[in-house]
C-alpha cells in the first residue's frame, strides 16, 4: 500500500503541471478563436481558480512520495 502511495504521489505531481499547460493552451486557442472581453474574462477566471487547484494536487503528490501519509497515529 505504502508503494502505491509513492507511485499516486508521482502522478499527482506530474498531473498538476501537466493540467495547468492543458488548461492555458485550451484559454489561449479559446482566446485567439474568440477575442472578446467574455472570454477573456471566462478563461482569465478558470485559470486563476485552477492554479492554485493544481499546486494543491501537486504538493499533494510531493508529500505522498515523501511518505508523510505512511505515518500511523
Known amino acids: 500500500m505504502?508503494?502505491?502511495k509513492r507511485?499516486?504521489?508521482?502522478?499527482?505531481?506530474?498531473?498538476?503541471?501537466?493540467?495547468?499547460?492543458?488548461?492555458i493552451r485550451t484559454a489561449s486557442s479559446e482566446?485567439?478563436?474568440k477575442p472578446s472581453?467574455?472570454?477573456?474574462?471566462?478563461?482569465?477566471?478558470?485559470?486563476?481558480v485552477f492554479l492554485p487547484i493544481a499546486f494543491g494536487l501537486s504538493l499533494f503528490g510531493y508529500y505522498a512520495v515523501k511518505g508523510e501519509y505512511d505515518k500511523e497515529n
Open 2 to 4: 505504502k508503494q502505491l
Open 7 to 23: 507511485i499516486m504521489g508521482f502522478i499527482w505531481m506530474i498531473l498538476g503541471p501537466l493540467a495547468v499547460i492543458f488548461l
Open 31 to 33: 482566446i485567439a478563436t
Open 37 to 48: 472581453a467574455d472570454t477573456w474574462i471566462q478563461w482569465g477566471v478558470f485559470v486563476l
